[in-house]
């Protein structure tokens, strides 16, 4: 009896504590929960990158002045645990110039062959919309992740835009460059006359794809001509302040 009411305590701690992250293997899904710094020491880190990345998409090309946009944040961090790289792309400042709702409901990131990947979402960052699953190609190139219920993105009124949580891809890389994309997928919301959803037909569906998205690399990338020749210049500037 005593054995049997531990098991069940175990099991509602286990499903009430955050996750750690879920290893990612090329061809799997994964299932996420969400998780912290406390959690997971590992995503504890120095922010190497944070630029932001605008995006647009038109689902109705044919009437003008209307839109769907928004910004990605482009984090990385290096973990102070592992001393290896954190990617954590995401959506945010929505905005819609649409009449109907629209609905980012996945995204995919290309640029991880060849790289281990620990998958899971931040509770504890800005953001409202977690993510529901995380994706890897055969080829382990990309990797997309989908929001159970879709970022909401209303028109100016009522004007309710989600934005995402972070992303968590631990990875055992230590170099980074901004050479990867990501394509944004979601569709326009339709509301009949009493309210009632219309279906989601094929031409209410539309993505973006954006670049400079930060990615594992191998090696650092290589400075420009311009910058070793302003290092040897140094270089031979301290050489003769020695000898003299």
Same mark, same amino acid.
């Given at each position: 009896?005593?054995?049997?009411?531990?098991?069940?305590?175990? +099991?509602?701690?286990?499903?009430?504590?955050?996750? +750690?992250?879920? $290893?990612?293997? @090329?061809?799997? *899904?994964?299932?996420?929960?969400?998780?912290?710094? &406390?959690?997971?020491?590992?995503?504890?880190?120095?922010?190497?990158?944070?630029?932001?990345?605008? %995006?647009?998409?038109?689902?109705?090309?044919?009437?003008?002045? $209307?839109?769907?946009?928004?910004?990605?944040?482009? /984090?990385?961090?290096?973990?102070?645990? !592992?001393?290896?790289?954190?990617?954590?792309? =995401?959506?945010?400042?929505?905005?819609?110039?649409? &009449?109907?709702?629209?609905?980012?409901?996945?995204?995919?990131?290309?640029?991880?062959?060849? %790289?281990?990947?620990? *998958?899971?979402? /931040?509770?504890?960052?800005?953001?409202?919309?977690?993510?529901?699953?995380?994706?890897?190609?055969?080829?382990?190139?990309?990797?997309?992740?989908?929001? @159970?219920?879709?970022? =909401?993105?209303?028109?100016? !009124? @009522?004007?309710?835009?989600?934005?995402?949580? %972070?992303?968590?891809?631990? !990875?055992?890389?230590?170099?980074?460059?901004?050479?990867?994309?990501?394509?944004?997928?979601?569709?326009?919301? /339709? %509301?009949?006359?009493?309210?009632?959803?219309?279906? &989601?037909?094929?031409?209410? =569906?539309?993505? *973006? $794809?954006? $670049?400079?998205?930060? *990615?594992?690399?191998? !090696?650092?990338?290589?400075?420009?001509?311009?910058?070793?020749?302003?290092?040897?210049?140094?270089?031979?500037?301290?050489?003769?302040?020695?000898?003299?």
């Amino acid at each position: 009896m005593y054995a049997a009411k531990a098991s069940v305590v175990s +099991l509602t701690l286990l499903l009430s504590s955050p996750a +750690l992250a879920a $290893t990612l293997m @090329p061809g799997e *899904v994964v299932f996420l929960f969400g998780t912290t710094a &406390v959690a997971d020491p590992d995503l504890t880190g120095v922010e190497l990158n944070d630029n932001i990345l605008p %995006f647009r998409i038109d689902p109705n090309p044919a009437t003008p002045f $209307t839109d769907i946009g928004g910004v990605v944040q482009n /984090r990385v961090t290096r973990s102070d645990n !592992t001393g290896n790289l954190i990617f954590a792309p =995401r959506i945010r400042s929505t905005f819609n110039t649409e &009449v109907s709702r629209f609905v980012i409901t996945s995204f995919s990131l290309t640029g991880y062959s060849g %790289f281990a990947t620990d *998958v899971e979402y /931040r509770d504890d960052g800005a953001g409202q919309e977690g993510i529901e699953f995380g994706r890897r190609s055969a080829s382990g190139d990309q990797l997309e992740f989908g929001f @159970p219920l879709g970022l =909401r993105i209303d028109s100016v !009124t @009522p004007g309710v835009q989600r934005e995402s949580l %972070f992303p968590a891809i631990k !990875t055992d890389a230590t170099n980074f460059a901004l050479t990867g994309s990501m394509t944004i997928f979601g569709y326009l919301r /339709r %509301f009949d006359i009493t309210g009632e959803p219309l279906p &989601v037909m094929d031409e209410d =569906r539309a993505s *973006v $794809t954006i $670049t400079g998205l930060a *990615v594992p690399i191998t !090696t650092p990338v290589p400075l420009p001509a311009s910058a070793l020749l302003l290092l040897a210049g140094l270089a031979g500037l301290g050489a003769m302040r020695r000898r003299n």
